[in-house]
Structures are given as C-alpha cells and as structure tokens.
C-alpha cells in the first residue's frame, strides 16, 4: 500500500519507457494496465507471504523471495543481452550533476509540473503517515481488533485500485474529462478519508478504503499520462525521479508530524484534518491555469506539449536560437 501512496511521484524510468513502446494515444491505457498489474501483484502478494510463513517457516519465506529476486535479475540480464537497445542522446554526455541540475532546472521552468511536485508533497505529507500510522493505530489501539482487520482493510484498498484501472477511471474519464477525473479523485480521497475514522465502523471504513484505492488511481494514471507523454523523450526518466525525489521529501516530516499530533489532539482530528487538506487541493489545481490548460489537452495533443510552451526548460539560450 505504501508504494502506491509514494506512487503518486514515483513514475521513474518504466513510465519514461511506456510512450516509446505503445501507439499514440495508448499511453493512458498502458499506465492503466500496468497499475492493474502491479495492484495485483500488491493484493496476492502479502497472501502469498502469509501462506509460505503459516505452512513453513519466515526463513523458508526468505529465501523464496530471494530467489525471485535473483530470477529477476537473470531475466534482466538475458533481455538486455538477446535485444539492441537503442540509447537516447542528447547531444553531449553529461554527467550525473547536470542531469540533476538540468531536472531542477525543467521542473522549476515547467509550471504545471512543479505545480504537480508541490500538490504531491502536500498528499504524502499527509496520506504517507494515514496509512503507515494512523490506520494501524487506530485499529489496533482505538478499536482494539486483531491485525486480520487491518489485513482487510489493506485488500479491499487493493480492490479499489484494480477496478478502477481496470474500468472506473476509464468510464469516468471519458464521461468528465481528464481535468475533472483528476478533481474528482482527490475530492473522493479526502471525503473517504475523514469519512473513514468518522463512521467509527470497521466495516464501513474496509469499505471506503475501496474508494481510496480507487481515487490513488484517478490522480495516479492521469497525471503519470500527462508527464509521460508532455516531456521530451530524453527528460522523461529525470523530470520523473526529480519530481518524485522533491514530493517523497515530504514522508518523513508527515510521519513525524503525525504522531506528535495524533497523540496531541487524537486520531480523529488528526484524520479529519488531513482529509480536509486533501480535498483543498481541488481550488488549488483550479487556481493554477498551467495545470488546468495541460489536464484539459487529450492525449495525442499532449505529446511535446511541454517542449513547445515551456522550451527555456529543456534547451539552453544558443539551443533555441539555433533551432529558430
């Protein structure tokens, strides 16, 4: 779970690899199917560890999950050797503090990005430590039931972002547009998430922990869309791990953060409060015309968006000129 929550920036090298390999206009479907494979992958996989554990042993477990690990590698090795892989130039070779420097730089030129950046710190401020503290907490502590609960809540999440992947964000999308699917996915998580601690119902909050599950992926994989297929091909990967590196920053001031507060003013507060600022980000993303004009572009229209609105990002002064 805590992957997806972090997920919300950390679209790296795969997301800058995805618009290379699908048709034009696919790249919102692809995203999609990835995050359905990886929500599964998220659903089965703390089953699969349980299972080992409960029949053997954690060691057995262990050395199971090693073994995985290396058959990846193997698997890495064989594709890299038997396919040509065909490396991006950018004109000169850089070393790895200009490709940082060059990524502070496009993320500060490009507004609707660093506008994304700053949206995203505020989410895992506050939805970093709700799902790694403050839930656990709260079940265990607040309502004094068994981990099974926990178990529970941590699945019907899952569901929640395997439906909406697979159908809800696409029929949701298609029915208000991208802009609005965006809005309506961090109304949906901050309503679900005061409403969660609110109900006081175990099962009434393993029920709305589907519609979190389902409003991660209305922001997720519309704004993983947006910068895949906006940025030039060889500032993907980087405009990715700089964005994701600046709003991950925010996780461990949240956590933090949040036991102080949880333990001053209580888990409901705490919640309600953090719910609420997730729900003010919607006038915030209205305010910014920057991202309203990019999340109101379809996908073909998206493709070079930001190199054509924002080139002072991406090319030096001598570049342009050139190129003009």
């Given at each position: 779970m805590l992957r997806v929550i972090t997920g919300i920036e950390n679209v790296l090298t795969d997301m800058g690899l995805i618009p290379d390999l699908v048709a034009e206009g696919k790249v919102t479907q692809a995203i999609s199917h990835r995050s359905t494979i990886n929500s599964f992958i998220m659903l089965i996989g703390p089953v699969i560890a349980a299972s080992l554990?409960?029949?053997?042993?954690?060691?057995?477990?262990?050395?199971?999950s090693a073994l995985v690990y290396a058959s990846s590698c193997i698997a890495f090795i064989i594709l890299w050797f038997k396919y040509d892989v065909e490396a991006v130039s950018t004109g000169e070779k850089e070393s790895w503090f200009y490709k940082t420097k060059g990524a502070f730089k496009a993320i500060y030129h490009v507004k609707s990005e660093l506008h994304i950046a700053l949206v995203s710190s505020v989410i895992n401020f506050t939805m970093f430590p709700f799902f790694s503290v403050t839930i656990p907490y709260w079940i265990s502590?607040?309502?004094?039931?068994?981990?099974?609960?926990?178990?529970?809540?941590?699945?019907?999440?899952?569901?929640?972002?395997?439906?909406?992947?697979?159908y809800i964000n696409a029929f949701v999308r298609a029915w208000a547009g991208r802009l609005k699917n965006v809005l309506f996915g961090f109304v949906l998580l901050g309503s679900s998430v005061m409403a969660i601690v609110l109900m006081g119902n175990i099962y009434m909050s393993i029920l709305l922990a589907f519609f979190c599950g389902m409003a991660f992926i209305f922001i997720n994989v519309n704004l993983s869309t947006l910068r895949s297929t906006a940025t030039p091909r060889n500032y993907r990967t980087r405009m990715s791990a700089m964005a994701g590196f600046l709003s991950s920053l925010a996780n461990p001031f949240g956590v933090a953060i949040?036991?102080?507060?949880?333990?001053?003013?209580?888990?409901?507060?705490?919640?309600?409060?953090?719910?609420?600022?997730?729900?003010?980000?919607?006038?915030?993303?209205?305010?910014?015309?920057?991202?309203?004009?990019?999340?109101?572009?379809?996908?073909?229209?998206?493709?070079?968006y930001y190199e054509k609105t924002y080139p002072a990002a991406f090319y030096k002064p001598r570049q342009r000129k050139q190129d003009t």
């Open positions: 554990i409960s029949l053997f042993s954690a060691g057995v477990a262990l050395y199971i502590t607040e309502l004094k039931l068994p981990a099974t609960y926990l178990g529970a809540f941590e699945f019907s999440f899952a569901l929640g972002l395997i439906a909406s992947s697979l949040a036991g102080w507060y949880i333990s001053l003013l209580g888990v409901v507060p705490f919640t309600v409060i953090s719910g609420a600022v997730v729900v003010l980000i919607t006038p915030v993303i209205l305010c910014s015309l920057h991202l309203r004009r990019a999340l109101s572009l379809d996908e073909v229209e998206m493709k070079g």
